[in-house]
């Protein structure tokens, strides 16, 4: 099965950074990718599909790149809501896996 | 809007079978994927599986043994079976859909917490 990691596992930044999220897979997936937001207690949210493609109602403070084994989700100007962990999901192929996650806090 | 909710016992004895349901509202069941994922408390997202309308199932090949997923069009609902459960299996079951041709999960249901204990 093509392995799924996501680095860091967890970030601490201000309000207003700049933070960029790592996703790679141990196969090349092409753009096969999502991104989720998980806020403590509550579902999974689709943040990004298609590696790049923002899902309606996301902020335009999220993008997503990469294709191949290496994915990026950037956060451009950290709001406090924006505390949550973050997964990627692969889906070329089952199983459709998800990342380990990481957890961003707002200093 | 599409709204999915989860239903089914939140105790399940060990090496019992753990049966759940997922009720569409909103929305329809035909042409799109239908998924099953959990996440052990504190833990990661784990993807079970899905069944398109037509019945075709994708499992996890992990727990591809134990697994069965159902899809009832007329009731809006489709369901998972997980036989011989140990407290491994102890997290919060989400239903989810996902486009054709897309399988991002793009709506979810609300979760429902699954303990299995004696």
């Known amino acids: 099965d093509v392995q799924v990691t996501q680095s860091p596992s967890s970030l601490s930044a201000s309000v207003g950074d700049r933070v960029t999220l790592t996703c790679r897979t141990s196969?090349?997936?092409?753009?096969?990718l999502a991104w989720y937001q998980q806020k403590p207690g509550r579902v999974p949210e689709l943040l990004v599909y298609s590696a790049s493609t923002l899902q309606l109602g996301v902020p335009s403070r999220f993008s997503g790149s990469g294709s191949g084994t290496h994915f990026t989700l950037i956060i451009e100007n950290l709001q406090p809501e924006d505390a949550a962990t973050y997964y990627c999901q692969k889906y070329n192929s089952a199983p459709q896996t998800f990342g380990p996650g990481t957890k961003v806090e707002i200093k | 809007q599409v709204q999915l909710q989860e239903s089914g016992p939140g105790l399940v004895k060990p090496s019992e079978t753990l049966s759940l349901t997922c009720t569409v509202s909103?929305?329809?069941?035909?042409?799109?994927?239908w998924s099953w994922i959990r996440q052990p408390p504190g833990r990661a997202l784990e993807w079970i599986g899905y069944?398109?309308?037509?019945?075709?199932?994708s499992y996890n090949p992990s727990l591809k043994s134990r697994v069965t997923m159902s899809v009832d069009t007329s009731k809006k609902q489709f369901s998972l079976r997980l036989t011989s459960v140990t407290a491994a299996d102890t997290a919060v079951y989400y239903c989810a859909r996902h486009v054709p041709g897309g399988s991002w999960n793009d709506f979810w249901g609300q979760g429902i917490l699954v303990s299995v204990s004696s």
């Open positions: 909103g929305g329809s069941i035909n042409t799109y994927f």
């Open positions: 196969q090349g997936i092409l753009n096969y």
């Open positions: 069944i398109y309308n037509s019945g075709s199932t």
